[in-house]
């Protein structure tokens, strides 16, 4: 089993920045694939930004030049540094990651105000 437990979600003004952690714990390689969703109520859950294992990042293109990527795999965590955040960024924020399964943290909420 695999846990993801994601961390730093918030309310911030537009322009601002905000950095998401997501701490995994469990029977699974370190440098695993990871990837962070987000997900607005009455819309399906839209990939953001991954990263593998050699550290090479994909973003979708509403983020790109915001937002950054990064893994510590000592620690077994992946942080979504986003800046110039704009309301349309508001969402539910998920970590997930696949091993055999998929496995998704329980996310966390981002608001961003004009």
């Known amino acids: 089993q695999v846990q993801l437990v994601e961390s730093g979600g918030g309310l911030v003004q537009s322009g601002g920045s905000l950095r998401l952690s997501c701490a995994a714990s469990g029977t699974m390689p370190s440098s695993n694939t990871m990837d962070w969703y987000r997900q607005v109520p009455g819309k399906q859950r839209e990939l953001v930004a991954g990263?593998?294992?050699?550290?090479?990042?994909y973003y979708v293109p509403s983020v790109k030049g915001r937002f950054t990527i990064s893994r510590d795999n000592a620690k077994n965590t992946v942080f979504l540094q986003m800046n110039n955040l704009q309301p349309d960024d508001t969402a539910v924020y998920y970590c997930?990651?696949?091993?055999?399964?998929?496995?998704w943290g329980k996310g966390t909420l981002v608001t961003v105000s004009s």
């Open positions: 990263i593998t294992s050699t550290g090479s990042t």
């Open positions: 997930h990651t696949y091993y055999q399964v998929d496995f």
